[in-house]
């Protein structure tokens, strides 16, 4: 550590991805947290809808035998979750367990919690202005009884999967094990079924 | 190759642990390294050597742990996931286990934003508790995150960070079980300067039996002066020091500072050790390596007293104040 040497916190956000007060829709851009638009309770009634089910499943099969169709059914994903949540299409939805914040806006893109470095006002380390999307998680988990959910061990996600439609990928079964309770004594950190590179 | 631990002996033992960080030089001479250790041979379990620390280029982790293992001192080599992808940090891990490093401290790490790259890529593929995940999994099980089998397995003690003082402080103590139920063994914290606070955390820690599965490690310092206190205070990430702290360094002649800053470290260390369920201490002094010693001495954790009981003998009784007499010396010149 040497003293003076810390470029400036402006440094290098290079207008990408706007304002840092506003969401990040370049997703190109380097992660940064984003607040959800919607509240829980209301994604946790939405989530119930989706659950999976044998239309979905046909659905989803629908989708994939055709790449236009698969195409355009991503886009509408990408546009509407980059709105509500910054989504930025890892194909491995974690949502549900994170209160609704999404963890893949974290400059760490961090799975498992928050890191060492949150400021005491709840900063994130990386965009002191901007609050830790973790801390954010907590507390949409917390306001809704779902705290247990952050204690799950989430597993390394397969970077094959970005760009993919998450959505397709829960309803197809593959998102089964993208986390573990992990109370045994040696959970597995393999996932049976990788998410990605199979279409 | 099969490396025996010091540390794990002395985690085994239930007497005080000590571990230091050492951080290697920039710059291409293996003797920066050799002139921090050696001092503190005997002192101490085992010195951590870190992994670019606070995101800056520096001698790399393992070419530091091995110059300490060559001077008789046992490296605890940390790992971040800043700047290798799975690939990269399954190798260098078996590479370290290959080379007798006998411990390993597993981290996200800071974000480059802070160090002297800003402009490099961030790599994160997994994050902290997957990497100590993917340790235990290729110790344990003899398995590559791929499943391809390792032949013979590593046999690191494997150990983690954790922040006790950083929001969500209701959520840390919750955060180290995933990291033990992940694989971790012990557990070295950020800087403790707020006692209270520690001690909460440790209740929580307590409360879930964590203290049994995962050893720990108070994480302490001497701040030796007004201008490190504020360097500290605005550059560590995550760092909390109450104004106590800064009203006693200021409350002191100006060529008192640095020694009122190591008295305070000392008391600091006694005071952890005072709450049941530390295990030991870990001392950072980045640029005072060699005042480690004097720091520990007047902690009463002098090194002929390293096999003796600990310094605290509280009146309440808990695991912390219960140390006896552990096996072996804490010299391991070889």
Redesign the interface.
Known sequence: ???G???A?T??RGGTAGHPGRRARNIAA?PRPVRPRLPAWLLYRIQRGLAPNAFYRRLAEWLERSPARYRIFAATEKAVKNEIFGCRMCGQCTLPVTGYACPMTC??????????????D?SC??YPDLR?V??VA??RAEGRGR?AD??L????ID?RGWGQSSWVNYWAGRDEDLWTA??GP?????RRAPAAGRR | MTATSALRRSLESARTAVTAEVGPPRGADPEAVRRKVEPLRGWLDAVNIPDGQSAHVRMSNWAGSLIALAAGVEPVMQVTCRDRNRIALQSDLMSAAALGIPNVVLMTGDHPRFGDHPDAKPVFDIDGVQLVWTARTMRDEGRLLSGRRLDPPPSWLIGAVENPFAPPVRFRAARLGKKAAAGAEFVQTQFVFDIPAFARWMSDVRDSGLDQRCKILAGVGPIRSLRALEFMRSNIPGLWIPDEIGRRLRGVPADRVADEGMTMCAEIIQQVLRIPGVSGVHVMAPGFEQGIPEVLARAGLARAARDRPGPAEPAAAGTASTRVTGAGGSDHAD
């Open positions: 550590m040497t003293v040497q810390r470029p916190v440094a290098d380097r400059p760490k893109q961090l799975r498992n919690g928050p890191c060492g470095g949150v400021g005491s709840g380390e990386v830790c973790w801390l907590c507390e705290i952050l204690h061990l989430q597993r390394p970077h992990g109370d040696a959970p597995a950190i393999a």
